[in-house]
């Protein structure tokens, strides 16, 4: 549980596809002639002082110069729902599977606890989206990019640090294809109050 709680609450608050928390990509090693996977390191993760967490995100869809992004997510006062402790104790807890250079954030359950795939990850949001009581009302492991920005933005976030936290090329698109419109419950009243 503690594996699908991590991965969730991260597809969440960073607005992720499941590739970006298990890219596609592949790097060539020089000296191997190999072509290695890419995939989201236990050390591009950074608890900082503050007590927030910064995360580095490389070889997804958006990162078409190569360069990686950084975010910074900060903590959860809801300690059951804080994604930072949870990270937390989801890497203290596997650490033990991790060997040498090869540090993978999210590991397979079975030996020899390679990094998961993108695959992996969607099965493991929507295992998430079953647990929720949620999976007959059309919602999949692509869900997360869009819910959380349109709730995001509808609680008060800056659209410009959404589109920064969740990687978007550029605000047209975010504002276009992934922030669902929704009415404010009060609207209609604040609209008309002083009529």
Not at 51 to 56: A, D, E, I, N, P
Not at 114 to 142: C, E, P, R, Y
Request: charged residues 20%; hydrophobic residues 35%; neutral net charge.
């Amino acid at each position: 549980m503690l594996h699908m709680k991590a991965v969730t609450l991260l597809a969440i608050v960073c607005m992720t596809r499941p590739s970006d928390l298990a890219p596609k990509g592949k790097s060539f090693d020089p000296q191997t002639n190999l072509l290695n996977p890419t995939f989201m390191s236990v050390d591009g993760v950074y608890i900082e002082n503050d007590g927030s967490m910064t995360l580095h995100f490389w070889a997804i869809k958006n990162d078409t110069n190569r360069q990686g992004f950084e975010i910074n997510i900060p903590p959860c006062d809801e300690s059951s729902c804080d994604p930072i402790s949870c990270l937390k104790m989801y890497i203290e807890r596997t650490e033990q599977f991790r060997q040498g250079d090869y540090r993978p954030l999210f590991i397979a359950f079975n030996a020899p606890y390679k990094h998961i795939s993108a695959d992996t990850v969607a099965n493991i949001l929507q295992d998430s989206i079953t647990a929720a009581g949620l999976s007959d009302q059309g919602f999949s492991a692509k869900s997360f990019r869009p819910r959380g920005a349109t709730q995001a933005v509808s609680i008060g976030s800056l659209p410009e640090t959404v589109i920064k936290i969740g990687r978007w090329k550029t605000k047209e698109v975010f504002l276009n294809h992934y922030v669902y419109g929704q009415v404010n419950k009060e609207n209609t009243d604040k609209l008309l109050h002083k009529c």
